[in-house]
Antibody, heavy 122, light 107 residues
């Protein structure tokens, strides 16, 4: 079935790095834009980054720009989020999500992973 | 950036009630609005996209309307499994912002 499975979360000290992965299955991964969304404990949803189906276009939230890098390996059906210079305020559950439309403008995220927790603390 | 507000932020209702949640955008977003349901400890679930199109598999008691800057999500007859937090999201332009959420609780 269509599925996204995140991994790579954990506890990390401020200033350090972490790389999240999101393994996709059950759909043609290389045809869809992919996103990262995060949710701090007890808070709402915050969109983090997007990468186009072929990796040629990427956009970031201002809160992570210059520190986080989104990438994908279509041969491995895997999405990544490289997080550098981590801060306490980056503590959150990180979800990967699939864009609903193949080609054209995004109009929703139709498949979400279960999330992976990142805790930034000394 | 486009800001979204939701009202109410909290709603207490009974099974069978009709519930309406409003989402307002700080500038026009055409129909690039989606609604999600999230239960504690779970990932969000897509309910509505393009402001009014029901996602496959979502019960027909959910409906969405609106365009431009004002949107609504309506649950025609609240069921026990509908108690959750609901978020709107704009996809008109990056960053794809979410509303702050509306928690629907049991009266």
């Amino acid at each position: 079935q269509v599925q996204l499975v995140e991994s790579g979360g954990g506890v990390v000290q401020p200033g350090r790095s972490l790389r999240l992965s999101c393994a996709a299955s059950g759909f043609t991964f290389s045809s869809y834009g992919m996103h990262w969304v995060r949710q701090a404990p007890g808070k709402g949803l915050e969109w983090v980054a997007v990468i186009s189906y072929d990796g040629s276009n990427k956009y970031y939230a201002d809160s992570v720009k210059g520190r986080f890098t989104i990438s994908r390996d279509n041969s491995k059906n895997t999405l990544y989020l490289q997080m550098n210079s981590l801060r306490a305020e980056d503590t959150a559950v990180y979800y990967c999500a699939k864009g609903r439309r193949m080609g054209g403008a995004e109009d929703a995220f139709d498949i979400w992973g279960q999330g992976t927790m990142v805790t930034v603390s000394s | 950036d486009i800001q979204l507000t939701q009202s109410p932020s909290f709603l207490s209702a009974s099974v069978g009630d009709r519930v309406t949640i409003t989402c307002r955008a700080s500038q026009g977003i055409s129909s690039y609005l989606a609604w999600y349901q999230q239960k504690p400890g779970k990932a969000p679930k897509l309910l509505i996209y393009a402001a009014s199109t029901l996602q496959s598999g979502v019960p027909s008691r959910f409906s969405g309307s609106g365009s431009g800057t004002e949107f609504t999500l309506t649950i025609s007859s609240l069921q026990p499994e509908d108690f959750a937090t609901y978020y709107c999201q704009q996809l008109n332009s990056y960053p794809f912002t979410f509303g702050p959420g509306t928690k629907v609780d049991i009266k």
